[in-house]
């Protein structure tokens, strides 16, 4: 009965779609580390429904570190207190994603981004996630924009002159024998990682575009993010007062679950290629 309710529930889902997308409607998807778990990255909070489609197990704190809280490490506090654990978490983190491949919910974004664009709507994906699996799958190259509203774990800077470090020149600053924190080679000031910390603000540019098309979508989706943290879960409100129609994917409640009118409860690399299969499997007559 359930499973029944379940499928309908994806139904409405995809035909909301289908009818916002043939009238060239805008549609914003909000993403959160849930949207990356079913490619190996553990989640910071909640159930972690991984590649296997099912739970991982851990327990909640057990989503990243155990020993460490990681609030208090993806905050300037915590730099601040202990810049070399937060800089080997975050050089752990980055060689994490590194060795991971995006999964069929990233794939199935970069779907639903191409028949959105191609219906002349605009396709806006705002993640919290700092990984850029969403990129490695292909968003923002089928017409639609990225949003990175926590920044990127593959670019660090220097604190002091600013300098960003990336790729191979970074892996040699970050290899181990050369000691955490590591240190920019041309001044020794410590660099920390392009990322938005607890406590920072957001790139005000980033968070204008996406209070834009939070605030002027048809269809507002939010996948797999807890929707706690803000200023970012504050979007799916403003989503939802603007009258788009909202709809939540995750394997768990979230206090979203209460806002939007579709919650999809279950995996995102399972609920967002269905979605996209159906949305072509209802192309406009
Ligand atoms: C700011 C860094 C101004 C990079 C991160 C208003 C009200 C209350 C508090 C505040 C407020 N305004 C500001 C605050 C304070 C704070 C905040 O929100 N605190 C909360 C926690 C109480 N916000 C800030 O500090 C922000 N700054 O507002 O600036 C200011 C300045 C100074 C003082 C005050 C205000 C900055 C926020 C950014 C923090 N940086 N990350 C990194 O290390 O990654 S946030 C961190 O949490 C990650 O980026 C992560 O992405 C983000 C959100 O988490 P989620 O992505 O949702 O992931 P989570 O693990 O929580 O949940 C996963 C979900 O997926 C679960 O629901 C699970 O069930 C589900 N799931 C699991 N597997 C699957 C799945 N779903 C589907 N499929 C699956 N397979």
């Known amino acids: 009965m359930a499973e029944n309710a ?16 043939d009238r060239g409607g805008d549609v914003a998807v909000l993403t959160g580390a849930g949207v990356s778990a079913e490619s190996g990255v553990p989640t910071f909070r909640g159930v972690a429904i991984g590649a296997s489609g099912h739970s991982t197990g ?3 704190h057990e989503a990243l570190w155990s020993e460490y809280d990681p609030m208090h490490l993806a905050s300037i506090e915590g730099f601040r207190a202990d810049p070399v654990a937060v800089t080997r978490w975050y050089a752990w983190r980055r060689s994490l994603v590194r060795n991971t491949d995006p999964n069929a919910g990233h794939h199935a974004l970069v779907e639903i981004e191409a028949i959105v664009t191609s219906a002349g709507g ?3 994906l705002l993640t919290q996630n700092v990984d850029r699996l969403h990129h490695r799958a292909g968003s923002g190259s089928h017409g639609g924009r990225v949003v ?8 660090w800077r220097s604190l002091s002159a600013g300098n960003e470090f990336a790729g191979a020149e970074l892996d040699e600053l970050l290899a181990d024998d050369k000691g955490f924190p590591p240190r920019d080679p041309t001044d020794g000031s410590v660099l920390r990682p392009c990322v938005v910390w607890f406590g920072e603000t957001l790139p005000s540019d980033a968070f204008e575009a996406a209070a834009e098309a939070s605030s002027s979508c048809a269809v507002f989706i939010a996948a797999g993010t807890s929707a706690v943290v803000y200023p970012a879960a504050g979007l799916v409100t403003a989503a939802s007062q603007n009258g788009s129609a909202t709809v939540e994917i995750n394997a768990d409640v979230t206090p979203a679950s209460g806002l939007v009118d579709i919650t999809l409860r279950g995996a995102s690399g399972i609920v967002l290629p269905e979605l996209a299969r159906q949305i072509k499997q209802q192309r406009p007559r």
Do not use: K, M, S, V
Not at 6 to 21: G, H, S
Not at 148 to 155: F, M, Q, R, V, Y
């Open 6 to 21: 379940e499928a309908d529930r994806c139904r409405q889902t995809a035909a909301l779609l289908r009818a916002a997308i």
């Open 148 to 155: 990175e509203l926590h920044g990127n774990i593959h670019i």
């Open 122 to 124: 605009r396709f806006t």
């Open 58 to 60: 851990r327990p909640r």
